[in-house]
């Protein structure tokens, strides 16, 4: 069973920044992707930033320029750089991992996801 957990959240004031990571129970080169998603009080969870196995990274238009995704694989982490931040952001983040199996005749994608933590970024 994958385990993902995260760490590094907290409460930042506005501009301020934070370090979120990602450990995996196992080789995170086992994903084909890798990914932040936050969720804030009455809204829907959308993906803040990704990484797929092959390196391609993807982010939300509200943290371009602001919000870095990376990976260690040795340490088996995935983290999320986060600068200039914003009351906006603040939200439950989560990590997500992405399996995807070739299950005749089609293609299967299995999620994992990681607790939640939490952030909170103060005006």
């Known amino acids: 069973q994958v385990q993902l957990v995260e760490s590094g959240g907290g409460l930042v004031q506005a501009g301020g920044s934070l370090r979120l990571s990602c450990t995996a129970s196992?080789?995170?080169?086992?994903?084909?992707?890798m990914g932040w998603y936050r969720q804030a009080p009455g809204k829907q969870r959308e993906l803040v930033a990704g990484?797929?196995?092959?390196?391609?990274?993807n982010y939300a238009d509200s943290v371009k320029g602001r919000f870095t995704i990376s990976r260690d694989n040795a340490k088996n982490t995935v983290y999320l750089q986060m600068n200039s931040l914003k009351p906006d952001d603040t939200a439950v983040y989560y990590c997500?991992?992405?399996?995807?199996?070739?299950?005749?005749?089609?293609?299967?994608?299995?999620?994992?996801w990681g607790q939640g933590t939490q952030v909170t970024v103060s005006s």
């Open positions: 990484i797929t196995s092959g390196g391609s990274l």
């Open positions: 196992g080789t995170i080169l086992s994903f084909n992707a």
């Open positions: 997500n991992a992405r399996q995807s199996r070739w299950e005749p005749p089609a293609v299967t994608d299995y999620d994992y």
